[in-house]
Nanobody
Framework: QVQLVESGGGLVEAGGSLRLSCAASGSISSINVMGWYRQATGKQRELVAV???????NYAASVKGRFTVSRDNAKNTWYLQMNSLKPEDTAVYYC??????WGQGTQVTVSS
């Protein structure tokens, strides 16, 4: 069993930055894909960024150039660095490991 614990959300002004963390515990495969998703109120959950165990990354067009996904193998922790935040980035952000395990979600609110 794997558990994911997210942290790092909060309230920030437009143009600001936040870093989300997703710490994993349990039996984690060496072959893995971590996805960061977000869900705004009244909208469907959408994929924001992905990173594989071979450090291949992919980003949604709406965040490319502003968000960076990374990982710390030693800590079994993944990060989503969010810069130049916009009000439309406001959402609950979730991490997802191998399309199977979900974090609890963390609220990100960007004020204009």
């Amino acid at each position: 069993q794997v558990q994911l614990v997210e942290s790092g959300g909060g309230l920030v002004e437009a143009g600001g930055s936040l870093r989300l963390s997703c710490a994993a515990s349990g039996s984690i495969s060496s072959i893995n894909v971590m996805g960061w998703y977000r869900q705004a109120t009244g909208k469907q959950r959408e994929l924001v960024a992905v990173i594989t165990n071979s450090i291949k990354t992919n980003y949604a067009a709406s965040v490319k150039g502003r968000f960076t996904v990374s990982r710390d193998n030693a800590k079994n922790t993944w990060y989503l660095q969010m810069n130049s935040l916009k009000p439309e980035d406001t959402a609950v952000y979730y991490c997802n490991l191998n399309n199977r395990y979900w974090g609890q979600g963390t609220q990100v609110t960007v004020s204009s």
